[in-house]
């Protein structure tokens, strides 16, 4: 069903009301927002599409000791095998299929809604494969957050979801919901809209009055009628001299308020989601700087997105790869990073690095590396360009040149012994959720026929 039919000023306040008592149902029409209007549509897709064109790598944490720098080089190479596989979908649209990109797409819904749900199913590794995972975007209505905690609805109707265990959903949550203010600021413009829809059909045409001096009901009076109906239709008439037939223009007497108002409501929208309106702001506010404050703007948007789908998955994701190749309670020495496509002063910090060093300071090597997003290169790697100076950690690097691998050495389990050691650690890594997610599904992709209970 079409959420937006049922988009009304009470309905609206009704479910913004319910969203802050942790009811998700007004996610119905925030995807529909997304995926009919043409203003939201357009800046919610070009802000997740940022994420997805960025590069990812896999970087080493700068501030630790030699003596476990070829640890961390392993947990580079698992973290980096597991999300070179990974494969991601969706829960209503099974066709979908993609990777990283995908996912960080997926994630940034949370931007617009506060949250944004994958159910987590584990992809135990065989011979020759990394230790990877399917991640499956599911609707934010399936859940609530009635109780302070992310809850899953296993039936329609519930009130009161289960619990979701750790290992078995990524749950990504903004500070804010976006599609909040959104769909406020569409509301006013969808009602302008109508009005002057409604304007444009009554008044687009003008009028006719036709005048004479014949007496009514007469023939002349008839033929006068049948004239003003014709010319109505297709703008051709015969009369008498004494005969008259004339516009009337309504509307004329000055500007409508519509397109005026509708037009502001859409560049709040690209506001709120891109940091301004490129073609608008720059033209109405003069002197170019629209353009160029949009594009800082952008910038700091991307690396605010960035940033946001690295952390959740640092805190999420890689936490519990390295738990389970390296054993409980192991901390990461790696981590992943979504790198944008526009750094940052980059300029600037390549003077001050080359002033410092001139000046004869000594510099991290890993430090460099971490801020130009570069990955530093395991001990006995292969690398292009010179070799590094002393100050760059010559002796590490000899030291590391007896490091045999950079993966971890699998345990001599077998088959049935790893899928136990999997239910010990994860709870089992199948669908689990299957059964009751299937009624669910079959209840969202039929929502055509369903009347949404706005």
Partial sequence: MNAIRYATPENIGRLLDAFYCGGFEIAKLWDSLEKRDPTVGAVVGKRKAAVGRMRWEILTRSDLKANVRDEAAKHAAALRGFYEELTCTSALKGDESGGVGLLAQQILDARGKEYSVHEWVWKLPRLGSSLSAEFRHCPMWWFENRTGVLRYLTDDGQIYGVPMARNEWLVSVAPSALMEATCVAWLFAHTCLNDWAIFCEKFGMPGLLGRTDAAPDSKEWA????????????????????????????????????????????????????????????????????????????????????????????????????????????????????????????????????????????????????????????????????????????????????????????????????????????????????????????????????????
């Avoid at 010319?231 to 519509?258: L, M």
């Avoid at 971490?370 to 760059?392: I, K």
């Avoid at 890594?429 to 369903?450: F, H, M, N, P, Y």
């Fill in 223 to 454: 033929a006068l009628v049948e004239a003003v109906k014709a010319f109505g239709q297709d703008w051709a008439a015969v009369v008498n001299q004494s005969a008259n037939i004339e516009f009337i223009s309504a509307g004329s007497a000055g500007e409508i308020p519509f397109p005026a108002l509708a037009d502001a409501m859409k560049r709040e929208i690209a506001a709120l989601w891109r940091g301004g309106d490129l073609g608008t702001f720059s033209s109405s506010r003069g002197g170019g700087t629209g353009a160029s404050l949009q594009g800082r703007e952008k910038t700091c948007l991307e690396h605010d997105d960035a940033r946001f789908v690295s952390e959740t998955l640092n805190a999420r994701v890689d936490s519990r790869v390295i738990e389970y190749l390296f054993g409980e309670g192991v901390s990461p020495l790696a981590y992943f990073k979504l790198i944008p496509g526009h750094t940052e002063n980059v300029s600037s910090s390549l003077a001050i690095d080359a002033h410092l060093l001139g000046a004869g300071l000594s510099l991290r090597r890993a430090d460099f590396y971490e801020r130009y997003s570069r990955r530093l290169p395991a001990p006995g790697e292969a690398v292009v360009g010179g070799s590094p100076s002393q100050s760059f950690g010559r002796a590490h690097l000899d030291q590391g040149n007896t490091a045999k691998s950079t993966l971890p050495s699998p345990r001599p389990t077998s088959p049935g012994n790893r899928t136990e050691m999997a239910r010990q650690r994860f709870g089992g890594s199948g669908d689990t959720t299957r059964a009751t997610k299937a009624r669910l599904q079959r209840s969202a992709t039929a929502l055509q026929v369903i009347r949404v209970n706005f």
